[in-house]
T-cell receptor
Framework: DAKTTQPNSMESNEEEPVHLPCNHSTISGTDYIHWYRQLPSQGPEYVIHGLTSNVNNRMASLAIAEDRKSSTLILHRATLRDAAVYYC???????????????FGQGTILTVHP | NAGVTQTPKFQVLKTGQSMTLQCAQDMNHNSMYWYRQDPGMGLRLIYYSASEGTTDKGEVPNGYNVSRLNKREFSLRLESAAPSQTSVYFCASIRERYEAFFGQGTRLTVV
């Protein structure tokens, strides 16, 4: 499975934008980039995913580099409820019926200050 | 919709005891996964099932067995619990190439 590299921690102030980076230099052409987050004492929660083009949804935006070797999760206005561990994961969607395993790394701990 | 339901939510076992963690999903997904998460760590994949009737090992399968009982249910069994298996266990159901849905977890302590 292709690996991702994320900073161990980041800090932000409430109502400011947050850019969470992820490097994935060994990404293959069939790997989707997924982001999940895990709030304290909860199971992980899906945030967003994409393949080549930038993606937006109600929670966040995903900016994917042209060479796909890095991506950035953008929270447009951080709130205290966004404090969580954010995981960047590559998932191969061409591995037959399994669509590739969902393998978590260490993630980035995001702290949001009031 | 209930999504992914895990039972029990909490459990304390003595070393050597056995137990089964239950997971059920009501979203008609083919793929289901079991993870464990130790304090301060990320999730590690124990076993997964790409479809009904199939199971495969993940990163840390030793000491565990699984059963994909039907499309809805995927259980994880500890035959002889050890203190090293103290962890939070998460079950997930995955909508094909899209997002995964996680249960709230089972907090297991082995003493």
């Amino acid at each position: 499975d292709a690996k991702t590299t994320q900073p161990n921690s980041m800090e932000s102030n409430e109502e400011e934008p947050v850019h969470l980076p992820c490097n994935h230099s060994t990404i293959s052409g069939t790997d989707y980039i997924h982001w999940y987050r895990q709030l304290p004492s909860q199971g992980p929660e899906y945030v967003i995913h994409g393949l080549t083009s930038n993606v937006n949804n109600r929670m966040a935006s995903l900016a994917i580099a042209e060479d796909r070797k890095s991506s950035t999760l953008i929270l447009h206005r951080a709130t205290l409820r966004d404090a969580a561990v954010y995981y960047c994961i590559l998932r191969d969607v061409m591995s037959g019926t399994s669509y590739g395993k969902l393998t978590f790394g260490q993630g980035t701990i995001l702290t949001v200050h009031p | 919709n209930a999504g992914v339901t895990q039972t029990p939510k909490f459990q304390v076992l003595k070393t050597g005891q056995s137990m089964t963690l239950q997971c059920a999903q009501d979203m008609n997904h083919n793929s289901m996964y079991w993870y464990r998460q130790d304090p301060g760590m990320g999730l590690r994949l124990i076993y997964y099932s790409a479809s009904e009737g199939t199971t495969d090992k993940g990163e840390v399968p030793n000491g565990y067995n699984v059963s994909r009982l039907n499309k809805r249910e995927f259980s994880l069994r500890l035959e002889s619990a050890a203190p090293s298996q103290t962890s939070v266990y998460f079950c997930a159901s995955i909508r094909e190439r899209y997002e995964a849905f996680f249960g709230q977890g089972t907090r297991l302590t082995v003493v």
